[in-house]
């Protein structure tokens, strides 16, 4: 018997859709599934400790052989509501921001509009746990996933970085993809593949298994985050990958 392909994904309410298929595929014979921070996913990938991750798309330059192994992924067109600069002022007043620790791809594409879109200097500190409590007066904060949805109201200020790579860009943002570092069963990743088609399909039972208050979870897996990865969302891609490696 081969050994089983370690897939690992995010716990995040953004995979549910896409977890939700591959969970009850009879992909999950061939496979273990491990769940993380996004950040650690792209270490665990290069130190080989798994074969497959949904991971953010900015780590992919700093692991040889990455590559896209499915058509899905975690995206958006415009909002995306989970992905957002905090603050209790204007853009034109922020001086400090705090960057969210479980996502490079948030973290440099904040960095990123802040210089070309914003055209707006700042001081950059890396957040420590319960950040949060300190985004106040001139000091925002990059808040990610559920944490952020949960936020939306709490704060005088609201900038989707999703938002502003599209007035930036006019293209479609990636934010993860499930990526593998070296080649994968044709078969298998065919199976991955269709699972991931599936649960997109679920989503009403999706949202019916998932208590949250804090926003219309029907609207985040519908207009929110754009699972397909199709042409536009890849030229996206490769425009961010380039911008970051400059």
Not at 6 to 13: D, P
Not at 30 to 50: H, S, T
Not at 127 to 147: C, L, S
Not at 191 to 207: C, P, Q, R, S
Request: glycine share 6%; aromatic share 12%.
């Amino acid at each position: 018997m081969s050994a089983k392909i370690k897939v690992a994904g995010v716990s995040y309410l953004n995979t549910k859709p896409l977890l939700y298929g591959i969970e009850r595929s009879p992909v999950m014979n061939d496979m273990e599934l491990l769940l993380d921070y996004p950040a650690n996913l792209a270490r665990d990938l290069q130190e080989g400790k798994i074969d497959m991750a949904l991971m953010p798309v900015a780590a992919m330059p700093g692991i040889p052989g990455a590559h896209i192994v499915s058509d899905y992924g975690i995206a958006a067109d415009g909002h995306v509501a989970s992905v957002c600069i905090f603050s209790m002022v204007p853009m034109e007043e922020i001086e400090t921001v705090y960057l969210d620790y479980q996502s490079r791809t948030s973290v440099r594409l904040a960095q990123l509009l802040f210089e070309k879109h914003w055209k707006k200097e700042v001081v950059f500190k890396p957040a420590t746990e319960n950040y949060i409590e300190y985004i106040n007066g001139t000091t925002a904060g990059v808040i990610i996933g559920d944490r952020a949805l949960k936020q939306l109201t709490n704060f005088e200020y609201v900038y989707d970085l999703a938002g502003g790579w599209k007035e930036y860009t006019g293209l479609p943002f990636v934010f993860a993809a499930w990526i593998a570092n070296k080649p994968l069963p044709a078969d298998f990743l065919a199976a991955f593949n269709a699972a991931n088609a599936e649960g997109l399909k679920h989503i009403d039972t999706v949202v019916a298994e998932t208590p949250f208050p804090y926003y219309d979870l029907k609207q985040y897996y519908t207009s929110d985050i754009h699972y397909l990865l199709d042409e536009e969302k890849k030229k996206g891609l490769e425009r961010f990958l380039h911008l970051i490696q400059q």
